[in-house]
């Protein structure tokens, strides 16, 4: 792969905002059946988002690859530069339209939602072997998510709380800012939590920051990762079951099958959509959540035994109205 040589953003500048309160932007997305709730910004998040770095035609290839696609990835790895450009217009849209639309809006009930561009890690690097390149690229792109969080600690935070919140590559760049900014020190008495699914987190990842394994605790962090049950992935058994989880219906760490019932919504536009019907437990030996998709789930989302895309979407209403609850939670305890 060639080393990329693509200049930092500047933060003061909107451009490399993805989403931000001064401008309009697809986290801003509501359905039309929540057109009447009652929006009450007290916090911010600070979203990091996805891998959207995939190919040269952004949308054309897929994260979720198997084994002759890896090899087949690994044998071209010097086609495309580690780190993705923020000015790359394609690649800004591809990214807006997808993961801030479908992921970011999840917290704009209760939140002012700050997602920066960053020069993202190509999604190769996730299935190469372990390399100095590898570990630049990474490194590479949470400069970025550093800059901007600091940036906007600087510019735009003043006291107010904060939820860290991130999908897959944006969780892994997650757990390394909370680590730096937040374990120990006075900026975690502003956390409400940290929403970091799509990325295995270890027990005892920090120092004194808490699993968050209640729906109302605050100033924690959680997870998890969707398979469809009856798929375990091969690399899973690997991790020994050093990977927490919460349940997304219940918000905690219980093991018991949980059934959302008829609990149904949709987000116009998208395909993505909560079926009637789903279940979720956490498997306790590999730490990840295994979901029952019911008939009447999309057929596209079925075709995936890894539902690692739909992390968020599956419980896109659970996320949003847990945010709101953290957030009161936070403020009554101050």
Same mark, same amino acid.
């Given at each position: ?16 905002? =993805? ?8 986290? @801003? ?28 035609? *952004? ?13 087949? !990835? ?9 780190? /993705? ?58 400069? @970025? ?25 944006? /969780? ?28 295995? %987190? ?52 219980? +093991?018991?099958? +949980? ?7 949709? +987000? ?9 019907? !789903? ?17 009447? =789930?999309?057929?596209? !989302? ?5 539902? *690692? ?21 936070? %403020?009554?305890?101050?």
């Amino acid at each position: 792969m060639k080393l990329s040589s693509i200049k930092a953003p500047d933060y003061r500048q909107l451009k490399n905002w =993805a989403a931000s309160p001064h401008k309009p932007s697809p986290s @801003d997305l509501v359905p039309s059946f929540l057109s009447e709730e009652d929006f009450n910004k007290t916090a911010d998040v600070f979203f990091i988002h996805p891998t959207t770095y995939l190919c040269q035609r *952004h949308g054309r290839c897929s994260i979720m690859l198997d084994r002759t696609e890896v090899n087949r !990835m690994r044998a071209r790895a010097n086609d495309e530069p580690w780190n /993705s450009d923020t000015d790359d217009t394609a690649l800004n849209a591809f990214t807006d339209q997808g993961t801030i639309r479908m992921q970011a809006s999840a917290f704009n009930r209760c939140a002012r939602v700050f997602a920066p561009r960053y020069r993202q890690a190509h999604v190769k690097a996730f299935f190469l072997k372990p390399s100095d390149a590898v570990q630049a690229a990474f490194d590479m792109a949470y400069s @970025d998510i550093r800059n901007a969080f600091s940036y906007y600690l600087e510019h735009e935070n003043n006291g107010r709380p904060v939820i860290i919140a991130g999908h897959s590559q944006g /969780s892994f760049h997650g757990l390394r800012l909370l680590r730096e900014f937040f374990d120990g020190t006075s900026l975690q008495r502003q956390l409400v939590c940290a929403y970091l699914p799509g990325f295995q %987190i270890p027990h005892n990842h920090f120092r004194q920051l808490p699993f968050a394994n209640t729906p109302e605790m605050t100033g924690g962090y959680l997870g998890w990762r969707s398979y469809q049950r009856g798929t375990v992935p091969e690399d899973l058994p690997a991790e020994r079951g050093d990977s927490l989880c919460v349940n997304p219906f219940i918000w905690n760490d219980t +093991i018991f099958k +949980i059934s959302l019932g008829k609990k149904e919504y949709g +987000i116009e536009d998208c395909t993505h959509l909560m079926p009637q019907g !789903m279940a979720a437990t956490i498997e306790p030996r590999t730490g990840v959540l295994l979901v029952d998709l019911p008939d009447t =789930a999309p057929e596209k !989302m079925k075709r995936h035994q890894n539902l *690692h895309l739909y992390d968020y979407s599956l419980f896109w209403l659970c996320i949003r109205e847990n945010a709101a609850l953290r957030i009161q939670s936070f %403020i009554d305890k101050q």
